[in-house]
């Protein structure tokens, strides 16, 4: 069973940064697509925000582009998600999720990924 952990989130004013992370463990498939999503209070959905996968390109969705930069350390099966000139408008609680895929090719749906991490929150005061 996947489980995936975040770290890292917190409180800070605009324009600063924080590094999010999402330590997995009980992989099993040969690669996974980990996305960040973040959720507004209130709201089912969840908003995409960046996906990595072993031998793809990160990908970025319009409102973070050019201000967070998704990695990964496959030694330590952590993805983290840097994100720097943060605005009001990025205050959530921001998920990482996973699924196992066998080519490096991912949805950002957030019903296509089937594992779950419990959250960190991340609050951007103006």
């Known amino acids: 069973q996947v489980q995936l952990v975040e770290s890292g989130g917190g409180s800070v004013q605009a324009g600063g940064s924080l590094r999010l992370s999402c330590a997995g463990s009980?992989?099993?498939?040969?690669?996974?697509?980990i996305g960040w999503f973040r959720q507004d209070p209130g709201k089912e959905e969840r908003d995409w925000v960046a996906?990595?996968?072993?031998?793809?390109?990160?990908e970025y969705a319009d409102s973070v582009k050019g201000r967070f930069t998704i990695s990964q350390d496959n030694a330590k099966n952590t993805v983290y998600l840097e994100m720097n000139s943060l605005k009001p408008d990025d205050t959530a609680k921001y998920y990482c999720?996973?699924?196992?895929?066998?080519?490096?090719?991912?949805?950002?749906?957030?019903?296509?990924?089937?594992?779950w991490g419990q959250g960190t929150q991340v609050t951007v005061s103006s």
């Open positions: 999720a996973a699924r196992g895929v066998s080519a490096p090719r991912c949805s950002n749906f957030w019903k296509w990924y089937n594992y």
């Open positions: 009980g992989y099993t498939d040969n690669n996974y697509c």
């Open positions: 996906l990595v996968v072993k031998n793809g390109d990160p």
